[in-house]
């Protein structure tokens, strides 16, 4: 059991020791699991896409490709758990899927001050399963999802990667675009916001 702790704590210190230098924990919103606060600044990806789950394709560890469902609220309707944020399944048939990170104890990091004025912005979604019973030592309950944010000028649409899995048990995804649920500011207003992904437009954040 000792191991399983430091196996998972090895993950996530990999995998945040370079954003958690430069990134805040923001906070996500009570009622919109899609959206998160910074310092008079919102994140929302609610409508990165236009209808929930994006469906994508990716190695698991080793061998495999899989498919991945990713539902930033939830509901993926593959996994029946309905706060399951990403849900996998393997591309041969096996009708074995696996809740790969839950909604509720997700965690957001990202640019806490001035958000809206920065260029080519990144920021980071955690989904950690919920923990499961230690004495059940089954792969369940530990599997985590980060989902990697890149505000990047010279992307038209929101591009989506699955990057695969690395050992043991965490997976990633990259979302690249011009506007893909970022803190903005509207130039002409001066209203501050988020880029809405299925308009380009700056959205007021009260909105």
Not at 36 to 55: F, H, Q, R
Not at 138 to 149: L, Q
Request: hydrophobic share 35%.
């Amino acid at each position: 059991m000792f191991q399983v702790y430091i196996i998972l704590s090895y993950i996530l210190i990999n995998t945040f020791q370079t954003n958690l230098c430069s990134a805040s924990l923001l906070l996500v919103d009570h009622k919109n699991p899609c959206r998160a606060y910074g310092n008079a600044s919102v994140y929302d990806i609610t409508n990165l896409v236009k209808e929930w789950p994006i469906t994508l394709q990716g190695p698991g560890f080793g061998a495999g490709e899989y498919n991945y469902w990713w539902s930033c609220a939830g509901k993926t309707q593959y996994c029946e758990d309905i706060d399951t944020a990403v849900c996998q399944q393997r591309i041969d048939g096996s009708p074995v899927r696996f809740n790969t990170g839950n909604v509720s104890p997700q965690l957001w990091f990202g640019l806490f001050n001035g958000a809206a004025f920065q260029t080519n912005l990144t920021w980071d979604i955690m989904y950690p399963n919920l923990q499961s019973d230690p004495k059940l030592i089954d792969g369940t309950g530990i599997r985590v999802t980060v989902v990697h944010f890149i505000v990047d000028p010279n992307i038209e649409k929101p591009l989506f990667t699955m990057n695969g899995e690395n050992k043991y048990t965490e997976y990633s995804i990259t979302v690249r675009g011009k506007c893909i649920g970022q803190p903005a500011v509207n130039q002409t207003t001066f209203v501050q916001g988020y880029c809405d992904p299925q308009t380009g437009q700056v959205v007021p954040a009260h909105h």
